[in-house]
């Protein structure tokens, strides 16, 4: 990567149907994510009484999860959207480049040390 060429793909077009796509794709990738499901599965026994829930209760911890998981998703969205056009010149996908191979050396020479 440290020698890579320094190429800026062109943008893609968007379109109401990529975007409903997409946002449908982000949607079950961020809802299958076995991480979180483990995660509120065995963090919520612990704050939650679970046996004392009724039906509102249950909605009620389900729609908070949700909404958080869709504010914190939305907010990497949009930071990712706006920082994407940063790296639409060929100068950021260098020093990326660079950064990512140095990073990829470091590793190998820290791993090489500690045989």
């Known amino acids: 990567m440290w020698r890579a060429a320094a190429t800026v793909e062109a943008e893609v077009a968007s379109g109401e149907r990529r975007w409903m796509r997409s946002l449908a794709l982000g949607a079950a990738i ?3 994510n076995p991480k979180a499901i483990l995660f509120h599965a065995s963090l919520m026994p612990l704050i939650l009484d679970l046996e004392s829930l009724d039906r509102f209760g249950i909605g009620t911890v ?9 504010v914190t998703m939305g907010g990497y969205a949009l930071l990712s959207a706006a920082s994407s056009r ?5 100068r950021a996908v260098r020093a990326l480049n660079r950064v990512a191979g140095s990073a990829m050396i470091a590793t190998g020479l820290a791993i090489a040390a500690r045989s």
Do not use: D, E
Request: no cysteine; aromatic share 24%; charged share 5%.
């Open 86 to 90: 940063w790296f639409r010149t060929t």
């Open 30 to 32: 961020g809802f299958g």
């Open 62 to 70: 389900l729609a908070v999860v949700f909404a958080v998981n869709v």
